[in-house]
Protein backbone atom coordinates (compact mmCIF):
# COMPACT_ATOMS: atom_id res chain seq x y z
CA UNK A 1 0.00 0.00 0.00
CA UNK A 2 3.04 2.25 0.02
CA UNK A 3 2.56 5.25 -2.13
CA UNK A 4 6.09 5.59 -3.05
CA UNK A 5 9.00 4.03 -5.03
CA UNK A 6 12.59 3.38 -3.95
CA UNK A 7 14.98 2.76 -6.24
CA UNK A 8 18.74 3.02 -6.06
CA UNK A 9 21.16 2.40 -9.22
CA UNK A 10 17.90 3.27 -11.29
CA UNK A 11 18.11 6.63 -10.30
CA UNK A 12 21.81 7.03 -10.28
CA UNK A 13 21.47 6.18 -13.93
CA UNK A 14 18.93 9.13 -14.22
CA UNK A 15 19.60 12.72 -15.98
CA UNK A 16 19.33 14.40 -12.17
CA UNK A 17 21.81 12.04 -10.54
CA UNK A 18 24.98 14.37 -8.97
CA UNK A 19 26.94 11.96 -11.16
CA UNK A 20 28.65 12.59 -14.74
CA UNK A 21 26.93 11.71 -18.25
CA UNK A 22 29.93 8.85 -18.60
CA UNK A 23 28.42 6.90 -15.96
CA UNK A 24 24.95 7.63 -17.01
CA UNK A 25 25.71 6.38 -20.63
CA UNK A 26 27.56 3.05 -18.74
CA UNK A 27 24.89 2.16 -16.04
CA UNK A 28 22.60 2.07 -19.80
CA UNK A 29 24.74 -0.65 -20.85
CA UNK A 30 24.57 -2.93 -17.76
CA UNK A 31 23.68 -6.51 -17.75
CA UNK A 32 22.84 -8.22 -14.72
CA UNK A 33 25.82 -10.04 -14.91
CA UNK A 34 27.45 -7.11 -14.73
CA UNK A 35 27.99 -6.60 -10.61
CA UNK A 36 30.83 -7.43 -8.78
CA UNK A 37 31.12 -7.20 -5.01
CA UNK A 38 34.50 -4.61 -4.15
CA UNK A 39 35.76 -3.61 -0.55
CA UNK A 40 33.60 -0.75 0.58
CA UNK A 41 36.23 2.47 1.48
CA UNK A 42 34.64 3.58 4.84
CA UNK A 43 35.05 0.06 6.15
CA UNK A 44 37.99 -1.31 4.06
CA UNK A 45 39.86 -2.54 7.31
CA UNK A 46 36.86 -4.23 7.93
CA UNK A 47 37.06 -6.03 4.71
CA UNK A 48 32.90 -5.01 4.06
CA UNK A 49 31.98 -5.14 0.36
CA UNK A 50 29.42 -3.17 -1.33
CA UNK A 51 27.77 -3.86 -4.93
CA UNK A 52 29.78 -2.49 -7.96
CA UNK A 53 29.28 -2.74 -11.85
CA UNK A 54 32.58 -4.48 -13.56
CA UNK A 55 31.59 -3.32 -16.69
CA UNK A 56 34.03 -0.93 -18.52
CA UNK A 57 35.98 -0.07 -15.35
CA UNK A 58 38.64 -2.31 -13.57
CA UNK A 59 37.84 -0.69 -9.96
CA UNK A 60 36.85 -4.47 -8.61
CA UNK A 61 39.25 -6.13 -9.29
CA UNK A 62 41.95 -3.26 -8.09
CA UNK A 63 40.37 -2.43 -5.23
CA UNK A 64 40.12 -6.21 -4.03
CA UNK A 65 44.13 -6.71 -4.91
CA UNK A 66 44.55 -3.91 -2.35
CA UNK A 67 42.44 -5.46 0.23
CA UNK A 68 44.57 -8.44 -0.64
CA UNK A 69 47.65 -6.68 0.62
CA UNK A 70 46.62 -5.31 3.00
CA UNK A 71 45.26 -8.87 4.78
CA UNK A 72 48.41 -9.92 4.39
CA UNK A 73 51.09 -7.40 5.25
CA UNK A 74 51.54 -5.32 8.18
CA UNK A 75 53.19 -2.32 6.51
CA UNK A 76 53.43 -0.58 3.14
CA UNK A 77 57.06 -1.69 3.95
CA UNK A 78 56.35 -5.18 3.72
CA UNK A 79 54.81 -5.53 0.53
CA UNK A 80 57.10 -7.11 -1.93
CA UNK A 81 59.21 -4.82 -4.66
CA UNK A 82 57.37 -6.18 -7.33
CA UNK A 83 53.95 -6.00 -6.24
CA UNK A 84 54.72 -2.84 -4.85
CA UNK A 85 55.54 -1.59 -8.17
CA UNK A 86 52.56 -3.01 -10.23
CA UNK A 87 50.38 -1.42 -7.73
CA UNK A 88 52.11 2.07 -8.24
CA UNK A 89 51.79 1.44 -12.12
CA UNK A 90 48.86 0.07 -12.70
CA UNK A 91 46.57 1.33 -9.66
CA UNK A 92 47.90 4.88 -8.08
CA UNK A 93 49.86 5.74 -11.26
CA UNK A 94 52.50 7.43 -8.81
CA UNK A 95 54.89 6.19 -5.59
CA UNK A 96 53.00 5.25 -2.69
CA UNK A 97 55.20 7.67 -0.98
CA UNK A 98 53.24 10.68 -3.05
CA UNK A 99 50.06 8.91 -2.69
CA UNK A 100 50.75 9.58 1.86
CA UNK A 101 51.51 12.59 1.37
CA UNK A 102 48.37 13.83 -0.53
CA UNK A 103 46.24 11.24 2.32
CA UNK A 104 48.51 13.53 5.16
CA UNK A 105 46.65 16.58 3.50
CA UNK A 106 43.62 15.07 3.41
CA UNK A 107 43.31 13.92 6.88
CA UNK A 108 44.58 16.85 7.89
CA UNK A 109 41.96 19.15 7.02
CA UNK A 110 39.25 16.30 8.34
CA UNK A 111 40.88 14.50 11.43
CA UNK A 112 44.40 14.99 12.21
CA UNK A 113 43.85 11.89 14.56
CA UNK A 114 43.86 10.05 11.58
CA UNK A 115 46.82 10.50 10.66
CA UNK A 116 48.69 10.51 14.33
CA UNK A 117 47.21 6.69 14.58
CA UNK A 118 49.12 5.99 11.66
CA UNK A 119 52.30 7.44 12.53
CA UNK A 120 52.16 4.88 15.66
CA UNK A 121 50.20 2.06 13.49
CA UNK A 122 52.27 0.98 10.12
CA UNK A 123 49.18 -1.44 9.07
CA UNK A 124 46.66 2.23 9.76
CA UNK A 125 48.90 3.90 7.42
CA UNK A 126 48.56 1.27 4.79
CA UNK A 127 44.89 1.18 5.00
CA UNK A 128 44.65 5.25 4.57
CA UNK A 129 46.88 4.83 1.62
CA UNK A 130 45.05 2.46 -0.18
CA UNK A 131 41.64 3.94 0.87
CA UNK A 132 42.89 6.89 -1.19
CA UNK A 133 42.07 4.75 -4.33
CA UNK A 134 38.97 3.83 -3.28
CA UNK A 135 38.03 7.52 -2.37
CA UNK A 136 39.39 8.78 -5.77
CA UNK A 137 37.67 6.03 -7.74
CA UNK A 138 34.34 7.31 -6.79
CA UNK A 139 35.27 11.10 -7.74
CA UNK A 140 36.40 10.48 -10.93
CA UNK A 141 33.50 8.61 -11.89
CA UNK A 142 30.86 11.23 -11.06
CA UNK A 143 33.45 14.31 -12.61
CA UNK A 144 34.04 11.77 -15.62
CA UNK A 145 38.27 12.52 -15.54
CA UNK A 146 39.13 11.45 -18.53
CA UNK A 147 42.03 9.05 -18.48
CA UNK A 148 40.64 7.27 -15.56
CA UNK A 149 37.75 5.50 -16.85
CA UNK A 150 39.48 2.27 -15.86
CA UNK A 151 39.05 2.61 -12.41
CA UNK A 152 35.43 4.33 -11.94
CA UNK A 153 33.72 2.95 -8.97
CA UNK A 154 29.95 3.14 -9.58
CA UNK A 155 27.33 1.33 -7.13
CA UNK A 156 25.35 -0.51 -8.68
CA UNK A 157 23.01 -3.74 -8.10
CA UNK A 158 21.45 -6.44 -10.54
CA UNK A 159 18.20 -4.59 -10.28
CA UNK A 160 19.92 -1.89 -13.09
CA UNK A 161 20.26 -4.84 -15.70
CA UNK A 162 16.37 -5.60 -15.15
CA UNK A 163 15.66 -2.00 -15.89
CA UNK A 164 17.98 -1.91 -18.96
CA UNK A 165 16.21 -5.37 -20.30
CA UNK A 166 13.13 -3.42 -19.36
CA UNK A 167 13.77 0.08 -21.49
CA UNK A 168 15.32 -2.31 -24.12
CA UNK A 169 13.23 -0.77 -27.05
CA UNK A 170 11.55 2.20 -25.67
CA UNK A 171 12.41 5.54 -25.07
CA UNK A 172 14.04 4.81 -21.88
CA UNK A 173 16.54 3.22 -23.42
CA UNK A 174 18.66 5.73 -24.48
CA UNK A 175 20.15 7.39 -21.51
CA UNK A 176 19.57 10.71 -22.65
CA UNK A 177 15.96 10.41 -21.70
CA UNK A 178 15.84 8.61 -18.17
CA UNK A 179 14.20 11.31 -15.84
CA UNK A 180 13.98 10.17 -12.29
CA UNK A 181 10.03 11.25 -12.52
CA UNK A 182 8.62 9.54 -15.64
CA UNK A 183 10.68 6.64 -14.63
CA UNK A 184 9.27 6.42 -11.56
CA UNK A 185 5.64 6.66 -12.89
CA UNK A 186 5.95 4.13 -15.36
CA UNK A 187 7.37 1.48 -12.58
CA UNK A 188 4.69 2.31 -10.46
CA UNK A 189 1.94 1.59 -13.32
CA UNK A 190 3.41 -2.03 -13.88
CA UNK A 191 3.20 -2.49 -10.12
CA UNK A 192 -0.38 -1.25 -10.35
CA UNK A 193 -1.43 -3.36 -13.31
CA UNK A 194 0.40 -6.88 -11.95
CA UNK A 195 -0.89 -6.03 -8.18
CA UNK A 196 -4.34 -6.37 -10.05
CA UNK A 197 -3.62 -8.60 -12.73
CA UNK A 198 -2.10 -11.43 -10.33
CA UNK A 199 -5.64 -11.97 -8.50
CA UNK A 200 -7.44 -12.41 -11.31
CA UNK A 201 -4.85 -15.32 -12.43
CA UNK A 202 -5.05 -17.09 -9.15
CA UNK A 203 -8.78 -17.14 -9.96
CA UNK A 204 -8.20 -18.77 -13.25
CA UNK A 205 -9.77 -15.59 -14.74
CA UNK A 206 -7.51 -14.84 -18.13
CA UNK A 207 -6.02 -11.13 -18.68
CA UNK A 208 -6.11 -9.84 -22.15
CA UNK A 209 -2.32 -9.37 -23.19
CA UNK A 210 -2.92 -6.24 -24.26
CA UNK A 211 -3.93 -5.04 -20.50
CA UNK A 212 -0.45 -6.28 -19.68
CA UNK A 213 1.40 -4.36 -21.52
CA UNK A 214 4.12 -3.16 -19.19
CA UNK A 215 6.52 -1.73 -21.69
CA UNK A 216 7.66 2.24 -20.90
CA UNK A 217 5.22 5.07 -21.87
CA UNK A 218 6.35 8.29 -22.58
CA UNK A 219 3.36 9.91 -21.19
CA UNK A 220 2.32 8.53 -17.46
CA UNK A 221 -0.44 10.35 -15.44
CA UNK A 222 0.52 9.72 -11.50
Known amino acids: GAAYILTGSVNQACLE ?9 LLAQ ?7 MAPAADMFEMGVHLQVTNRQTMFPMRAQKLY ?4 AHGS ?4 PAPARAAIEKTIFRM ?3 EVWLDTVKFWNTRDP ?10 HHKMALTFRWYLGQSSRWANAGVQGREMDYQVWCGPAMGSFNEWAHGSYLEPWQNRRAVPIALNILRGAAILTRANPLATQDIEVSSALLDLAPRE ?3 A
Open 17 to 25: AGTSDAVRK
Open 30 to 36: VQQADVR
Open 68 to 71: ELYA
Open 76 to 79: LEAI
Open 95 to 97: PLD
Open 113 to 122: QQIARAERDP
Open 219 to 221: SVE
